[in-house]
Structure formats: C-alpha cells, structure tokens
C-alpha cells in the first residue's frame, strides 16, 4: 500500500507545501488515466484526417494542405500539454488537510483542512463503475471553498476509506485535546484524601473516657490507680 499511495515522485511534489515536522502524507495519487482518452483520441483522430486530406488536396491545393497541417500541430501540443499536466497533477491527503496541485503553466494549490470538513459525498457515474474512477465532494461550514470537488479519483473505494479513516481520527484526536483543556486542575482524590490524611492513634478501649475540658478528673483517677492501700485489717494471728 505504500507504494502504491505514496509514489515517490508524487511525494516529492507534495512535500514543498506541507509544514516540516508538522504533516505527514496519507496517500498521493494522480487523477485517472481515463482523463487522457479525450486528448489523445483527439490528437490520433485529427492525424488520420490530417493525413487523408494532406493526400486529397497536397497535388491540386497545396496551401490548403499546409494549413490543415498546421491545424494538426495545434491540436498535437494541446495533446502533449494535457497529458504533461496530467503527469505533475497531484491530489493528496495528510491528518490535517486535502491538498490538490494542478497546473502547468500557472501552478495552481488548493486546500481544505479536515477539521473543517462538515460533510463529503462520494458518487461514481456508470463510466465511473466502468472504468474505476470517482468524485470526492466536499462540504465545510465556510461560504467559498478553494477546495471543494475533487474529479476522477482512482480506485475510489480505497480512498474514500482511507480518506474517512483519517478524518475520524482527526476530529476524535482534535476533541480529546479540547476536553482535556477544559478540565480544571487536578485535585487528590477522595483516595488520595483518605490516604494523606495524619492518622489519629486509637485510645484504649479500658481507659476511662475522660472529657478534655475536665483535665482534673483524669488526674485524680490516676492518683487513686496508683496510689497502695493505707489502712490495713488486723490479723487474727497476732492474738
């Protein structure tokens, strides 16, 4: 899969608008192949009447024959042209945005970040269903969007995958952030309370329960534990 999403010449023309060490690349793919079928049936189509009239009107209308010539040369560089910019045409995905680089002459880059991504409809025509390409239409909360359909995309189904797993990993990442910033400083649990909490040493069951506001009870009661017999029975033997 890597080498098939992410080809290195693909990568190379992605890699000077992202942000270093900020992005990384999803997927990379040229629009599909089928985009070149107008130009080149165009060009081979407009070379066989080119030849045929070239032939017809070369011994009696020269001149006419140059023309329809010229007129081909026209239609021949279109061809090139399309299919070179179809060549440094690139669409592709990182975890923040979609990008898509196109033209030639004048270098055209559009974007749209995931995460203001409200919705993306995904349709395939029945030449779609044919021949293996799709469009992506995308949807955000903004009025004007440099980004907003994306054509012909190859193996559609894939992608749109891929593209849906990026985009749910992002908005799930990006409310994760936002509620971890809401929430207010840490405080110690009640576990956490019970267990830093000093300790109170357990008094005696036998000792007498003695209010603190009387401190002088307590000491007579110690005086009376402690203190010996004084008065003692006379003895029958001394008799």
Request: glycine share 6%; net charge negative; hydrophobic share 45%.
């Amino acid at each position: 899969m890597p080498g098939q999403w992410l080809p290195e010449e693909g990568r190379r023309s992605l890699e000077k608008y992202l942000v270093p060490d900020e992005e990384a690349l999803v997927f990379v793919v040229r629009k599909h192949w089928i985009t070149l079928a107008e130009p080149i049936l165009t060009t081979v189509g407009s070379g066989i009447v080119m030849v045929a009239l070239a032939w017809t009107l070369g011994q009696k209308f020269a001149d006419a024959a140059n023309i329809v010539f010229i007129l081909w040369l026209v239609v021949l560089a279109r061809g090139i042209y399309l299919v070179i910019e179809w060549r440094d045409s690139w669409f592709g995905a990182t975890h923040r945005r979609l990008v898509l680089i196109h033209g030639l002459i004048t270098r055209k880059v559009a974007m749209m970040p995931l995460e203001k991504v409200t919705d993306m409809s995904y349709a395939r025509s029945p030449m779609g269903q044919l021949f293996g390409y799709g469009e992506f239409v995308l949807e955000s909360a903004g009025q004007e969007q440099a980004l907003r359909s994306v054509t012909f995309i190859p193996s559609p189904d894939q992608l749109y995958r891929t593209l849906l797993g990026t985009m749910f990993g992002r908005k799930a990442a990006t409310k994760s952030l936002a509620a971890a910033k809401q929430q207010p400083a840490t405080e110690p649990s009640s576990d956490e309370s019970v267990r830093l909490a000093p300790t109170t040493p357990t008094a005696d069951a036998s000792a007498p329960s003695v209010p603190t506001e009387f401190p002088w009870q307590e000491r007579i009661n110690e005086f009376l534990s402690d203190s010996e017999q004084t008065v003692r029975l006379p003895d029958p033997s001394d008799d």
